[in-house]
């Protein structure tokens, strides 16, 4: 059985990239996502252009995953052209490479420990630190891990919190927050000015709202669910943080192509430098990765992660109010 280091040692032989994969998927998810958006504009019936603003929504959501892997120097590594591609890519998202690998990059180093700032993830207090709380601590508490402020995460977790929450807190060290922010709300502008407000909807509405609510609930459920555990500063372990607080989201062929196999998360945690299309490889090669905690995307493993609120150190476990 490999245990700690050993574990993530065997990992590295998967974290080597294959170039032309690499750009082979990250083209064709470009222009998928651009022949979807045209598609909300120049189609031939309504429920056709309704049907090409949904899928644009799933689409920047695998899109997305790709970015990610990008910012973690997982694929297409100091190539010009990937830079400037994942850099648009970054500000149309509302989450410029800047503050998006800073956060991102905490979150990798600190996921699970109970005594660490929130950064890059939702905040987790203890049952006994909530409660000495004043109520409108307590309120803000709630209301970041509320189901609601979690489907609008397009509002809440990007346009607040990637972008102009960074320029409050950062000006100086987040302009591409704010270069990000004006862009994105200037190309909005544009659509309602050329193809009216119907158009707006469909081309970005829609699409924003789905990868903002998808991409907010995946990044929360995988780091908040029924069996996660968390753990004291002195205890924490980079391996225990991937197994016992990174989830394995079940998911069937399509949803995992949709979000490029980001549900394979606790794999993805033991070392990031693997690319996305290789994860359910390591997975399947290593025994060890394959006694996971796992959740879905069913209401009712939806309903319990949500329901979740601080962990209780007597039980051991996350639990509601």
């Not at 574990?7 to 994969?21: D, H, M, S, V, W």
């Not at 909300?40 to 920047?60: M, Q, R, V």
């Not at 420990?113 to 409108?136: C, D, M, R, V, W």
């Amino acid at each position: 059985m490999l245990q700690g280091k050993q574990l993530i040692l065997a990992t590295k032989q998967f974290a080597k990239e294959n170039r032309a994969k690499s750009w082979y998927y990250t083209i064709s998810t470009f222009l998928l996502l651009i022949i979807s958006l045209v598609g909300t504009i120049y189609n031939l019936h309504f429920l056709l252009k309704l049907l090409c603003s949904i899928l644009a929504g799933f689409i920047i959501v695998r899109l997305f995953v790709i970015y990610h892997d990008h910012q973690h120097k997982a694929i297409l590594d100091k190539s010009p052209l990937a830079n400037l591609l994942f850099t648009v890519f970054g500000f149309y998202v509302l989450a410029p490479s800047g503050i998006w690998s800073a956060s991102h990059d905490y979150h990798h180093k600190n996921n699970s420990k109970l005594f660490s700032a929130s950064i890059g993830s939702y905040p987790i207090y203890t049952k006994q630190k909530f409660e000495k709380l004043s109520k409108s601590e307590q309120r803000h508490y709630l209301f970041i891990r509320h189901p609601l402020t979690i489907l609008f995460g397009y509002f809440f977790t990007f346009m607040y919190g990637m972008t102009i929450k960074s320029i409050i807190n950062r000006f100086g060290k987040n302009i591409d927050s704010l270069i990000g922010l004006l862009l994105h709300i200037t190309y909005q502008f544009l659509v309602v000015y050329f193809f009216g407000f119907k158009s707006w909807i469909l081309f970005c509405a829609i699409p924003h709202f789905i990868s903002g609510a998808l991409g907010s609930y995946l990044f929360y459920a995988q780091h908040n669910f029924p069996t996660v555990k968390f753990v004291g500063n002195e205890e924490w372990t980079y391996e225990g943080a991937a197994l016992d607080s990174s989830s394995f989201m079940v998911l069937n062929p399509l949803m995992h192509w949709f979000t490029a196999n980001i549900g394979y998360h606790h794999v993805h945690h033991m070392n990031s430098r693997i690319p996305f299309y290789r994860l359910p490889e390591v997975m399947k090669s290593i025994p060890e990765m394959q006694t996971v905690k796992t959740t879905s995307l069913h209401m009712k493993d939806i309903i319990s992660c949500l329901k979740l609120k601080v962990w209780d150190f007597e039980q051991q476990k996350m639990i509601g109010l």
